[in-house]
């Protein structure tokens, strides 16, 4: 009746302890958590000196390590590091039928139980082993603990995919806003800020003011010191646009070199919003003229920047477009009348822009179409002798009629139109020059035929390669062909400069700097570059004898620069025979005007030298 008794009260023990077990494990979701609180139950109702769990670094059941993950107490002795606890462990790893395996290590019992499919659950009782009952019930608590801890890790699974999920969408959110490069808001958020601008200053009767940023000969730097470099400095702009900017302003990057500017609540009036729309370019001018250091160079950036205040009174348009286009005309405006300014819009430069539009377009299909044509102003030394002559482009379009070359060829200049016309120009005068020189006698004193090079055709990285290619396939000498640069190939870098003209030089193919006098760098410079001939420009002629002039005194001053170092002056702009007696006494090599001979034909040209 004892035994029966005894019996009876032991299967109500192990039926409490696995219920407490069981309870221990709780309702938790976080699998480290719930191990924590088992096996603090377990150490307290099984007298156990630790409990570790042993998890697997892989699935692979061929390669499996097991790694020591879980421990209670913390600073307990790690029970793998003795070699005999080892193959308990390894026997898990080595059979898939071993469920619970117990042995003595030591004076100290360990019972192993399969932790599947996640790795080996080792219970460490001192002294004494736990009976094969408690055992077997503890084995029906591990199998329901190893269930429950699989559904904790899979719902980790799951949180964890779910944030990666949540974390890209929001990376997508932010790349839809945001420029990549400068961090700034991207062009979608600009519109929509806009608009919800406009919307405001209309609805609580205040004016905003929207800036458009251009970066004045930005593509110079790009294409003579690369995009690397390019990029780096939009970086550094973006920044200083964003340091300066009133609170609640916003600074938006459109793209390439192109920054938008929204000044919200500029002021109660128009006048107001004008003032501060004032106050705020002259801060982005001075706060962008400031040189900025990049590696081994010192660039210089300046701004054209476009106003615009809205709502618009001019003509209603107030929507996002109509705010943009306007500013986008006047920072255009800012651009011809000088760069490194502001300007504002006004309803004359809507009818501007459109015709600048309708210019742009006819020039591509008149280039593709060959409506341009070339003539050619001839040069004279100190006798009158024709000894060169400048080719001009001209331009007379169906439609628009005679368009006056400083219309096109600035627009030219705006887009990379510019690259196609100055090839346009190059290969049709080696054409010219190949037939006159054919015709022209051994003796002529006609020595050569210039082409204006545009800065942006310079500056491309096959400038060299491209020209000279073209050049060689002319049937003339080199030297019969001359490359007229202005001084603005010379403001960003003039070693690449000197570098492009010497190539130039070897293939003895001669070069002139045109303008000279207009430009910012050539007389700190003019002593490194290998030329030997220079074009005083016409705007220094002009009212050169009128008394209170100090014109003279430049010209003479260049000529005598021009003696030191070698290198010969042509005279632009000689109409009067007031210019002609002088020069002729400074015994200049060439002289070039309306005096001599206005721009004509090449007929007309080869008729001149051959009659």
Not at 173 to 185: I, R, S, V, W, Y
Not at 304 to 321: H, L, R, T, V
Not at 487 to 511: A, H
Not at 529 to 555: E, G, M, N, W, Y
Request: glycine residues 4%; negative net charge.
């Amino acid at each position: 009746m004892k035994t029966e008794t005894q019996s009876h009260i032991n299967t109500l023990e192990l039926v409490t302890l696995q219920n407490q077990l069981l309870f221990a494990i709780g309702g938790s979701l976080n699998g480290r958590e719930i191990m924590h609180t088992f096996m603090q139950s377990a150490i307290k109702l099984l007298g156990l000196n630790s409990i570790h769990l042993y998890t697997y670094d892989n699935t692979d059941k061929a390669k499996l390590v097991l790694h020591h993950d879980i421990a209670l107490p913390q600073n307990s002795i790690k029970p793998h590091e003795n070699d005999s606890v080892m193959v308990i462990l390894n026997r898990f790893i080595d059979s898939e039928t071993h469920s619970q395996y117990s042995s003595m290590v030591d004076n100290q019992y360990y019972v192993a139980y399969d932790f599947a499919p996640f790795g080996i659950l080792l219970f460490d009782r001192k002294n004494k082993d736990l009976q094969q009952s408690v055992k077997d019930a503890i084995l029906l608590v591990v199998r329901k603990l190893a269930d429950y801890y699989s559904l904790c890790h899979a719902q980790k699974l799951l949180n964890e995919e779910v944030k990666k999920n949540r974390d890209t969408q929001r990376t997508y959110e932010l790349q839809a806003k945001q420029d990549p490069l400068t961090n700034l808001p991207n062009r979608r958020e600009f519109r929509y800020s806009l608009f919800r601008e406009i919307s405001n200053s209309q609805r609580y009767n205040y004016y905003g003011s929207l800036m458009y940023i251009d970066l004045d000969n930005f593509k110079n730097v790009n294409d003579s010191l690369g995009h690397s470099i390019g990029d780096i400095l939009l970086t550094q702009v973006a920044e200083r646009l964003s340091s300066q900017a009133r609170s609640g302003d916003t600074v938006f990057r459109l793209g390439g070199d192109e920054f938008v500017y929204i000044l919200s609540n500029a002021g109660k009036t128009e006048a107001e919003a004008t003032s501060t729309s004032q106050k705020v370019a002259m801060r982005v001018i001075q706060t962008l003229s400031k040189p900025i250091d990049i590696g081994e160079f010192n660039l210089h950036i300046t701004p054209s920047i476009g106003i615009a205040i809205f709502p618009d009174s001019y003509e209603g348009n107030n929507d996002c477009e109509d705010v943009l286009k306007h500013a986008d005309t006047a920072m255009y405006r800012a651009k011809k009348n000088g760069r490194n300014r502001y300007e504002f819009f006004d309803p004359q430069m809507h009818h501007e822009a459109n015709k600048r539009l309708i210019i742009e377009d006819h020039l591509r299909k008149a280039i593709l179409n060959n409506e341009l044509r070339l003539e050619y102003q001839p040069i004279v030394d100190i006798n009158g002798t024709i000894t060169g002559a400048e080719s001009l482009v001209r331009w007379n379009n169906p439609a628009l009629g005679q368009i006056h070359p400083e219309q096109f060829i600035g627009i030219a200049e705006e887009s990379n139109l510019i690259l196609e016309l100055s090839e346009w120009i190059t290969r049709h005068c080696c054409i010219f020059a190949e037939q006159l020189n054919k015709q022209l006698p051994e003796a002529s004193a006609f020595k050569y035929i210039s082409i204006n090079i545009s800065p942006r055709q310079f500056i491309q990285a096959d400038f060299v390669e491209s020209i000279s290619s073209t050049i060689d396939a002319c049937k003339v000498p080199n030297k019969f062909i001359k490359l007229e640069f202005t001084e603005n190939v010379l403001l960003d870098n003039i070693e690449t400069t000197i570098e492009k003209m010497q190539q130039l030089k070897d293939s003895n193919i001669d070069f002139l700097l045109d303008d000279f006098g207009t430009g910012y760098s050539s007389l700190a410079y003019l002593h490194k570059l290998p030329i030997r001939l220079l074009k005083i420009d016409k705007s220094f002629i002009t009212d050169f004898h009128t008394q209170h002039t100090d014109k003279q005194a430049i010209v003479n001053a260049i000529m005598v620069m021009a003696e030191q170092l070698g290198i010969e002056c042509i005279i632009e702009g000689v109409e009067l025979q007031e210019h002609v007696n002088y020069f002729k006494q400074k015994n200049v090599f060439g002289m070039q005007g309306y005096y001599f001979y206005k721009p004509m034909s090449g007929d007309e040209l080869t008729s001149l030298l051959l009659g």
